[in-house]
């Protein structure tokens, strides 16, 4: 490719060096080689267009353009399905969220149920061994008063018996003291 003259610089096209103006013959030449230029410009660019579509045949670019469309389709519907899917699982997850959170709200509810009932039954059980405290040394203090009275009774049968004893001895020698006085 050869080199082209730049259209904007009036001392490369030729101008005066100190003012950079173009006199007449100058601006005609610059002109000229502009339009040179460009027109090697524009057979380079028909050439380049000529290479390419002798490697890549006209059909084949539509083709392969055709394709490139479908496919960015394809992108697209797969990005929008992808998104759709998405959503559909966050708003599934959502759901699953409320409904573990009502389940651990219905759960603590219950939980704080059976506490409430487990110390009333803790309460409970306390006034019973309390109670059954209060039972058993009653219990030991009625067991002592019992073994007491027990032996007071034996005390006192034995008592019974000693004076049973002494009233059938006494009733012997009163018999005899009668039936002495009656023999007299």
Do not use: W
Not at 79 to 106: F, S
Not at 129 to 146: G, P, R, S
Not at 148 to 164: D, I, P, Y
């Amino acid at each position: 490719m050869q080199s082209s003259v730049s259209g904007s610089d009036p001392v490369a096209l030729g101008g005066h060096p100190n003012t950079g103006c173009l006199l007449p013959g100058q601006l005609h030449g610059a002109t000229m080689r502009l339009r040179l230029a460009r027109s090697q410009h524009a057979h380079e660019v028909q050439q380049l267009q000529e290479q390419m579509e002798r490697l890549v045949p006209r059909g084949r670019v539509a083709e392969l353009q055709q394709l490139l469309e479908g496919e960015r389709q394809a992108a697209r519907q797969l990005r929008e399905e992808e998104r759709e899917a998405h959503e559909k699982q966050l708003k599934a997850a959502e759901e699953r969220v409320e409904e573990v959170e009502m389940i651990l709200k219905n759960v603590e509810a219950l939980l704080q149920e059976k506490v409430r009932e487990l110390k009333e039954q803790f309460e409970k059980n306390t006034r019973s061994d309390l109670l059954l405290k209060e039972l058993y040394v009653e219990n030991a203090h009625l067991t002592k008063a019992l073994q007491v009275t027990e032996e007071k009774q034996r005390g006192a049968e034995k008592k019974s018996r000693f004076l049973e004893e002494r009233v059938r001895a006494l009733n012997k020698l009163l018999n005899k003291i009668a039936s002495a006085s009656l023999s007299v």
